[in-house]
């Protein structure tokens, strides 16, 4: 059998890549009944970054959202990224959790499956692919590509046999940095379809602009099952062009059976609600060869990319980008996706912006050094562990292994607030913003973040935010309006960035004090939250990176000692715990649990 089949991206990955998982439910459902005919083998909607997009931007259900796909697709299989025992969140899971998150996917909607971990420790794939088995479902066994002194060929040809002898249905190669090159792919193939007596699949972004060439090495050689996206969200970090292949292979033995045409007009479609999401285009999406050096994934690039604009640091891209090999070095090669990803690279973020290398450690990077992720591929930075972790126990076991049974507590936890157990699931994914999503959902104050205006061809280059230069007490501040919540609230949000530091200023809405510009509506007064002190003396605890409060570990009269933990804060989606920089009496505390927090303000004061 030679027709290749083709699972397109464009719900799920392709837009993760190249706008920041920003597409909305809404805009997916019109097309839906042309992308059900087209005769995709799945089309992929749900997972990796999508469930968290959804309760943090975009303020919809994503349990809502495979419903409503799978009623508006009946035609076509549906197909989720899951990350192992990580499921969607950020930590490992207990397999009770694991085994209710798999059985109400499939419930949902889901028929394929991509299972992977991020260290290719094949121990947190068992639970979640014999979950998958019990449902009926398509398990797809998924190796994560990556090269390193601590990977071969012969080395993922030995895993995907062992994915094969659990029971997957299928295997992919899940190249999410763009890595592989043609001649590889070839190999490497090859080798795989000699192997297995399942099916292949590939997986290959097109950061370097190889993936259209990657496909049909592997096609050539045995591959018969390739991701693409539609032409309108390909390329870069994205993937091959769909109607690229599709042309490609017409007319030979390869040919896909697809309708040409029909995928023009769905790109067409695309075309339209990709210039809704302009806001969040990414400079870093486009070809970029850099990644053959570095490895860092396309995605990581965008978010990376947006996180130092946010702290008015994208001057420092380059330093972080040749800081990430470093920090990958130190902790034994693991593949760069998430959240091995995130891992990394906001370990070096922080290394860059701090000025000193593991001056601050994440949290996460002393849960991975502990073995609470799985086995590192290579060998560990010894220093950097004792650094970060002291004389703490090593772990060698599966780390689910050391987890008690979660659903119960879970229940009990999120109480009335779930309405079933989708929501459930949803607050162990992420307790904070799930908790937060549920709250707003039981008080019908769900409100999406705002999308700027479509920009006209005639616009300038600043026509749609508005910036301008204000002096309070004697400072300067340069403030961008990026957009603004709905009118009618008691409490209308404006959203800006202040010296490039993204703030969200509450303006009390007075029909008496509104003036009109430029045909809009403008507050004639708005109050900011009151400054924090600037961190002036040794005692001042302060935070790297702009970011937000977690949790608040004192309080006034509690007495600490240098190095012990004040604050935990979240940046970039991973904690880290906020130590105190000499001994003495907590003088003040200028925080709370949710407050933004940026670099030169006084959090805490020790006397």
């Not at 929501?423 to 999406?448: C, H, K, T, W």
């Not at 920009?455 to 301008?468: L, N, V």
Request: net charge negative; hydrophobic share 35%.
């Amino acid at each position: 059998m030679s027709r290749v089949h083709i699972t397109d991206t464009i719900l799920r990955d392709a837009h993760q890549s190249l706008i920041a998982t920003r597409m909305r439910t809404e805009d997916m459902l019109p097309i839906c009944e042309r992308l059900d005919r087209a005769g995709y083998w799945s089309l992929e909607v749900w997972g990796g970054a999508t469930y968290d997009a959804c309760l943090r931007f975009l303020k919809e259900d994503p349990w809502e959202r495979l419903r409503k796909l799978r009623e508006a697709l009946p035609n076509t299989r549906l197909q989720m990224l899951l990350r192992g025992q990580n499921l969607l969140g950020y930590r490992h899971y207990s397999d009770d959790v694991v085994r209710a998150f798999v059985e109400r996917s499939a419930e949902n909607g889901i028929d394929v499956f991509r299972i992977f971990d991020a260290m290719n420790d094949l121990r947190n794939l068992h639970t979640s692919i014999e979950a998958v088995k019990k449902t009926g479902k398509h398990a797809q066994g998924t190796i994560c590509y990556t090269i390193s002194p601590a990977h071969s060929l012969n080395q993922f040809v030995s895993q995907a046999k062992e994915l094969e002898s659990m029971g997957c249905d299928s295997v992919a190669i899940k190249d999410m940095a763009g890595l592989l090159t043609p001649l590889v792919v070839a190999e490497l193939t090859e080798k795989l379809t000699e192997a297995l007596d399942i099916p292949m699949h590939l997986h290959s972004h097109d950061t370097a602009g190889m993936s259209s060439m990657n496909h049909l090495a592997a096609i050539v050689h045995g591959c018969r099952h390739i991701d693409t996206a539609i032409s309108t969200f390909s390329g870069g970090a994205s993937h091959a062009p769909t109607e690229t292949m599709v042309a490609a292979l017409r007319d030979t033995e390869f040919d896909t059976g697809m309708d040409l045409e029909l995928l023009q007009e769905i790109g067409f479609y695309f075309k339209e609600v990709r210039s809704t999401y302009h806001q969040f285009e990414s400079e870093m999406t486009g070809l970029d060869t850099r990644v053959q050096v570095n490895q860092v994934p396309g995605g990581m690039i965008s978010n990376l990319s947006s996180q130092l604009r946010e702290q008015g640091a994208l001057d420092r891209m380059n330093d972080v980008l040749n800081e990430i090999p470093r920090v990958r070095e130190d902790l034994g090669y693991p593949p760069l996706v998430t959240p091995t990803s995130q891992i990394v690279g906001t370990q070096a973020v922080l290394n860059v912006m701090t000025g000193e290398r593991y001056k601050t450690i994440t949290n996460e990077v002393k849960l991975y050094l502990q073995g609470r992720y799985g086995k590192a591929p290579g060998t560990l930075n010894q220093t950097v562990r004792l650094q970060a972790i002291g004389s703490e126990e090593i772990i060698d076991v599966r780390p689910a292994d050391l987890l008690k049974d979660e659903m119960d507590s879970l229940r009990n936890e999120i109480g009335e607030l779930a309405k079933n157990e989708e929501d459930v699931l949803s607050y162990a994914m992420f307790p904070e913003i799930g908790r937060e999503f549920l709250e707003q959902r039981a008080n019908d104050a769900l409100v999406p973040e705002p999308l700027e205006p479509p920009r006209r061809k005639d616009d300038g280059p600043h026509a749609a935010p508005i910036e301008f230069n204000a002096t309070l007490h004697g400072e300067s501040y340069h403030i961008k309006v990026t957009g603004a919540g709905h009118k009618g609230q008691n409490q209308r949000p404006f959203y800006v960035t202040v010296d490039g530091v993204q703030e969200e200023i509450l303006i009390e809405t007075l029909d008496e004090m509104m003036v009109m510009e430029n045909g809009s509506e403008v507050p004639a007064t708005a109050q900011r939250g009151s400054k924090r002190p600037r961190a002036t003396s040794p005692g001042h605890v302060t935070t790297s990176m702009p970011g937000t409060i977690v949790e608040v570990l004192v309080e006034v009269g509690s007495e600490v000692k240098a190095g012990d933990a004040i604050l935990i804060t979240e940046a970039m989606k991973m904690e880290t715990e906020i130590q105190a920089p000499i001994s003495g009496t907590i003088a003040a505390v200028h925080v709370a649990k949710g407050d933004s927090v940026n670099p030169d303000e006084a959090l805490v004061e020790i006397e």
